[in-house]
Every structure is written in structure tokens, then in C-alpha cells.
């Protein structure tokens, strides 16, 4: 069983800090990894790619993958209570593969 | 905008009734998805389909099944509903391109209750 996971939170951090989400998966050959955010009574929308090692920055978010390791994150620079909500890792498992496979999600809190 | 919609935001039905979920996508994505969420066990995916007329099991595909005659539409069928299938169904579309198929859009969701 391909697995994704994330500390489910809640992550408090005050305005202004930065926010780091973690998580790690089991599937050593997974290609594409992906930051979705979802608020509360609403659905997901994605908010970070990454398919390959290093950082890759998008405003005031920058994802970063470690394959070796298993391991990608999400920093948020400047919290701010609009990013309160909840974020799902995602995981392609491999070439080919058109299945993707979420972890259950962090709940992050943004104290003003 | 993009777009994909559910036909229905809120349902309630019976136990053993039929129920349709259906889901209509407007950017010429091949790859449809219908995942439910439930609290404290995150989002499952059930069936997806990367073409039409295709279609394959995801991770809880009992009880359920699909029909993808049209490229922009995938729906889900509970042929006989159970009080377990009370959830948050979610519709997703992606392109078929490399790690774009993680690039998913979803729809509003649809909450299902079965009484």
C-alpha cells in the first residue's frame, strides 16, 4: 500500500512567522509531488508542484523535495490568518501512473 | 474560469435507493476522478478514468460504479445506497500530461446522506 504521511495537527504559529508543513511517503519511485490547500467546507485547490530535488518558490511558498530522503515540505513565509486551513500532501507514485495518492492532511492555524 | 461541476451540493436519500453523482468538466481534460472524504480518514479515491468509455478502480471501489460516455462528463453511481456512504463526494479532472495528472481541479463537492 503506497502511503502518504502528515502530521495531522493542528499547527498553530503566530502572524508573520513561518509556517512548516511536512510529509513523507513510502514509494521510492514517486515522480510528481503536490501542495493542495482546502479550507474549511470547501474543496481543494492546488497550491504547489514539484517533480524534482531542491526548492521551488512561489510567492510566499516554497516546497522542497528530498527524494533520498522521502521527504517533501511546505514552508509558508509571513503566515497570515487567510492561510488557515488544511494542507494535503499528494503523491504520484510513479511514470505511468495516473492515480494520486493524499495524505490525510495538517491542520494549520494562523494566531493574529 | 475554469470549471468542473457537480450537479448536486446536497442530497439526501433512502438505504437500497439509486443514486446519480454526476460531474461536468469545461477544460478538455482527459483524466476524471471521483474521490469521498471523510473526517479522520482524508480523501479515497474510488474510480478514475483516463479516457472515455475507460474506467478503473481506485481504493474503494465497492459499491459504487461509473459511466464516462463523454469526455467532460463522469458520473458515479451508488446502485443501492448504504447509511455507510454518507460522505463528501468530490469530482477532479486533470490533464493526461506527465506529472500533470497530479494537477487536480475539483469540483464544489457533493454531501451525501443516506438514511
Known sequence: QKEVEQNSGPLSVPEGAIASLNCTYSDRGSQSFFWYRQYSGKSPELIMSIYSNGDKEDGRFTAQLNKASQYVSLLIRDSQPSDSATYLCAVVPGAGSYQLTFGKGTKLSVIP | ?115
Not at chain 2, 450537479?7 to 443514486?19: D, F, I, N, Q
Not at chain 2, 461536468?24 to 483524466?31: G, K, L, P, S
Not at chain 2, 478514468?49 to 467532460?72: A, C, L, N, Q, T
Request: hydrophobic share 35%; glycine share 8%; charged share 30%.
Open chain 2, 1 to 115: 474560469d475554469v470549471k468542473v461541476t457537480q450537479s448536486s451540493r446536497y442530497l439526501v436519500k433512502r438505504t437500497g435507493e439509486k443514486v446519480f453523482l454526476e460531474c461536468v468538466q469545461d477544460m478538455d481534460h482527459e483524466n476524471m476522478f471521483w474521490y469521498r472524504q471523510d473526517p479522520g480518514l482524508g480523501l479515497r479515491l474510488i474510480y478514475f478514468s483516463y479516457d472515455v468509455k475507460m474506467k478503473e478502480k481506485g481504493d474503494i471501489p465497492e459499491g459504487y460504479s461509473v459511466s464516462r460516455e463523454k469526455k467532460e462528463r463522469f458520473s458515479l453511481i451508488l446502485e443501492s445506497a448504504s447509511t455507510n456512504q454518507t460522505s463528501m463526494y468530490l469530482c477532479a479532472s486533470s490533464l493526461h500530461e506527465g506529472g500533470m495528472v497530479g494537477e487536480l481541479f475539483f469540483g464544489e463537492g457533493s454531501r451525501l446522506t443516506v438514511l
